[in-house]
């Protein structure tokens, strides 16, 4: 069968993978290729899962976690699929993958919410941190560096599917309850991971497309998992208003059963038009990068996409569904534990002034909320940036020394400051060094062995 040079290149991180498993010394050895969580059955829960509770563990499986899907992690991961809940109020589960360090922090973990900004299932993070999966989200993937500075910190951390089982973008509060329900999952596995401390405290934390999930967590921690012992939360680039960024993948996510399927998809099928269609169905099936190109020089308001133009947003159906989904608008959805938020004062993908307006309405709720811009940074330079900020933050919010009430701080520091973030960037350039001396030193002992094998047969 004749294979083109992309078809090639597809195989090489499944081939790689087959290679690191077969090297001796390897913790946790993927017994067969990931498979997309479509057609993987493990995604699936059993028979009568809707009657356990939210958060209960339906399956859990041992995986090869890796750096870009070609290195392997040389630390234990974990999956959970558990039961959490959608829209409507009914069962659905999701995946949550856990990584622990070789000599964990037993009385705490942290709950990472990656920004992967999806309607594809495909590019759901449980899938995409495997080893010898084509990375075809990359954000995850990047973000994997992130959480290897906690990892190296000593901290378990958990990664939740947070869109939920369908890749359901942007209806924050089904991601705010998968990812309390990936915290309880993970607090019912506690005993596997090493965690001692019952119940185990908990900081929640993410970027952009994660901060949703985040700032969603937070809101509804009081209502509907308030027996969780969160101390903090952190979200940076924080979309708090969804109709930023309202393009075909937010579109076609809001659409998923799990969503607002039930009342959005009749509405978007009568306005839909037929490169609308196309859209919605690139979307659908890819991930966020592929999407931003796809979607390059075009307008979710041209009526060559839907027949209302600007009026989309007027529509009933629509407009209630974002208007419900508009973080910090309700005062009974006030988060209880103390809150970082981080914004880049030149973002131009989400407006600072969506920081700003979710800030000072989460002071007006008496929320304790400490607030940092960051002067002349934009969105993707703000993660990189805040590094320090939001590390000491974590140290805070678990030692419960976070100052309590409202701040607002304006940093003026550069990304060329050395003082700015070189110790935490450290930590994420030597958990990519650990990896490559564990596979070193693998490689190293396999020649050792065939060396030895050699003389053998020589000397026989």
């Not at 973000?143 to 901290?155: D, K, N, P, S, V």
């Not at 359901?168 to 509060?173: E, K, N, Q, T, V």
């Not at 509907?224 to 960024?245: D, F, R």
């Amino acid at each position: 069968m004749y294979l083109d040079f992309f078809d090639r290149l597809k195989l090489l991180p499944a081939i790689l993978a087959v290679c690191l498993a077969s090297l001796p010394g390897t913790t946790c050895r993927p017994t067969a290729r990931a498979q997309e969580p479509s057609t993987d059955p493990f995604y699936k829960p059993p028979a009568g899962f809707e009657l356990e509770p939210p958060g209960a563990i339906l399956r859990q499986r041992q995986v090869a976690s890796s750096f870009l899907g070609l290195i392997a992690d040389p630390v234990e991961a974990y999956q959970l699929v558990y039961r959490t809940t959608a829209i409507d109020g009914s069962s659905i589960a999701a995946v949550t993958t856990v990584f622990k360090p070789f000599h964990p922090m037993t009385d705490r973990f942290i709950s990472f919410q990656t920004a992967y900004d999806s309607s594809s299932v495909t590019c759901e993070p449980s899938y995409q941190y495997q080893l010898g999966v084509v990375q075809t989200d990359l954000i995850s993937p990047m973000e994997m560096f992130f959480i290897q500075r906690h990892i190296l910190q000593g901290y378990v951390v958990a990664s939740p599917d947070h869109e939920g089982p369908d890749a359901a973008l942007d209806p924050g509060r089904l991601a705010g309850m998968v990812v309390l329900d990936g915290m309880r999952a993970v607090v019912n596995f506690q005993d596997t991971i090493g965690l001692s401390t019952r119940p185990p405290a908990i900081v929640g934390m993410g970027y952009s497309g994660g901060a949703i999930a985040t700032g969603w967590a937070a809101s509804l921690h009081s209502a509907y998992a308030p027996e969780l012992n969160i101390k903090g939360w952190a979200q940076g680039g924080t979309p708090s208003n969804l109709t930023v960024g309202f393009t075909p993948a937010a579109i076609d996510g809001l659409c998923k059963p799990g969503a607002y399927g039930a009342q959005l998809q009749p509405v978007i099928d009568s306005i839909i038009t037929e490169q609308g269609r196309c859209l919605l169905d690139f979307a659908n099936s890819h991930c966020f990068l592929a999407d931003l190109l796809n979607f390059a020089n075009q307008s979710i308001f041209s009526t060559d996409v839907q027949t209302l133009g600007h009026g989309i947003l007027q529509q009933p159906t629509i407009h209630s569904i974002l208007a419900e989904n508009i973080l910090g608008a309700n005062k009974q959805e006030t988060p209880i534990a103390p809150v970082l938020i981080y914004h880049g004062t030149q973002n131009e993908v989400i407006p600072y002034s969506n920081a700003t307006a979710l800030v000072k309405s989460w002071w007006n709720n008496k929320a304790s909320v400490t607030f940092i811009a960051y002067a002349n940074h934009g969105h993707t330079s703000t993660p990189f940036l805040s590094l320090p900020d939001v590390g000491r933050f974590i140290e805070s919010a678990f030692a419960g020394t976070v100052q309590t009430g409202c701040s607002s701080t304006m940093i003026t520091s550069s990304l060329l400051d050395p003082d700015a973030s070189s110790s935490e960037l450290e930590l994420a350039a030597a958990a990519v060094v650990n990896a490559l001396r564990v596979a070193s030193e693998r490689d190293e002992d396999m020649t050792k062995r065939i060396s030895v094998r050699r003389r053998t047969v020589i000397n026989a």
